[in-house]
């Protein structure tokens, strides 16, 4: 069974710090790019960070750029999200996404059930 399990969201206040893990069981990570998504309530879901399986290129969203970090663990089958200096407009339900192919400009295949990231005081 194919499955992407994200972890490592909470509660933390303005300024702190999270990383997120996403850990696939089921089929290797080494062939695909992988997404970080987030949902705020009544908002879209968009693009937070990549990573592709070829070269390692990343790829942030312009309101991420400079506090997050994406790395991936292909011997554990895992990809992370360093998050820094979080804001409260961060709050969202973070999703990863196994992508359809190797590179970042692929579309989502595979979801995780997504972790939840609140940033308050």
């Known amino acids: 069974q194919l499955q992407l399990v994200e972890s490592g969201g909470g509660l933390v206040q303005p300024g702190g710090s999270l990383r997120l893990s996403c850990a696939a069981s089921g089929f290797t990570l080494d062939y695909y790019a992988i997404g970080w998504f987030r949902q705020a309530p009544g908002k879209k879901r968009e693009g937070v960070s990549c990573?592709?399986?070829?070269?390692?290129?990343?790829y942030y969203a312009d309101s991420v750029k400079g506090r997050f970090a994406i790395s991936r663990d292909n011997a554990k089958s895992t990809v992370y999200l360093q998050m820094n200096s979080l804001k409260p407009e961060d709050t969202a339900v973070y999703f990863c996404?196994?992508?359809?192919?190797?590179?970042?400009?692929?579309?989502?295949?595979?979801w995780g059930q997504g972790t939840q990231v609140t940033v308050s005081s």
């Open positions: 996404a196994a992508l359809k192919s190797y590179v970042c400009s692929s579309t989502p295949n595979y």
């Open positions: 990573i592709s399986s070829s070269d390692g290129s990343t």
